[in-house]
């Protein structure tokens, strides 16, 4: 085998092993995730899980959440319930501050009071004129003394993290035909996917 027969070979062989690693990484990572969540969930009661199967403890944490999410909406004494809980946790000294900082987080992305489901462009720059994709967090700042001014929650590439800037209301564009998922999917994984559709395109206004 000559050089060049032995270099075509080689480069073929690099090129087959990193499409089979772009078809088998994202799977396996998926996998991974999903097993690590579950075992992690398992491990909170190890003997349960042993005695019975792997997974049970994660499905029985499942369907508990969604079984106390359901009688806390649907019932009456268990809305009360839950208020009375919440309450108590709000005021409670040294809880609260925990308690209330993990519950505004988390209702910000799930829940009927979710905060992060209007996206906007937000003009960062004027010559080049740059604009960054964001959420509208807050439509009025009057109360702190920014009457034209909003809040917009600026989501990091490849990261679980972010920015949360005050802009005057004229500098950002609300994406009417963008949905809050494809917006955070776009921002996320860099701008590489979430927009492969010709019906959602970013037009800033002329």
């Known amino acids: 085998m000559n050089k060049q027969r032995f270099?075509?070979?080689f480069n073929l062989l690099a090129k087959s092993f990193f499409q089979g690693l772009l078809i088998i990484g994202p799977f396996a990572l998926t996998i991974w995730i999903i097993w690590y969540?579950?075992?992690s969930i398992?491990?909170?009661?190890?003997?349960f899980s042993e005695r019975m199967y792997p997974g049970i403890t994660f499905v029985i944490v499942i369907f508990g959440t969604a079984l106390i999410g359901f009688?806390?909406?649907k019932f009456l004494l268990g809305r009360v319930v839950v208020d009375s809980v919440d309450y108590i946790l709000e005021h409670t000294p040294g809880i609260k501050f925990i308690y209330t900082s993990l519950k505004d987080v988390m209702t910000s992305f799930v829940g009927d009071k979710k905060k992060f489901n209007q996206p906007v462009l937000i003009k960062t720059a004027e010559l080049p004129e740059v604009w960054r994709i964001g959420f509208l967090t807050q439509s009025d700042?009057?109360?702190v003394g920014f009457p034209d001014y909003v809040s917009v929650y600026l989501p990091h590439s490849y990261a679980v993290s972010g920015w949360v800037v005050f802009v005057r209301a004229t500098n950002i564009v609300v994406l009417e035909n963008v949905s809050a998922a494809q917006a955070m999917k776009f921002a996320v994984s860099g701008g590489v996917a979430g927009f492969h559709s010709d019906d959602n395109v970013f037009k800033a206004p002329e």
Do not use: A, H, M, R
């Not at 398992?42 to 003997?47: A, C, E, G, L, V």
């Open 7 to 9: 270099e075509q070979t």
């Open 37 to 39: 969540i579950v075992s």
């Open 42 to 47: 398992d491990n909170i009661i190890p003997t």
């Open 71 to 73: 009688l806390g909406n």
């Open 141 to 143: 700042l009057s109360s």
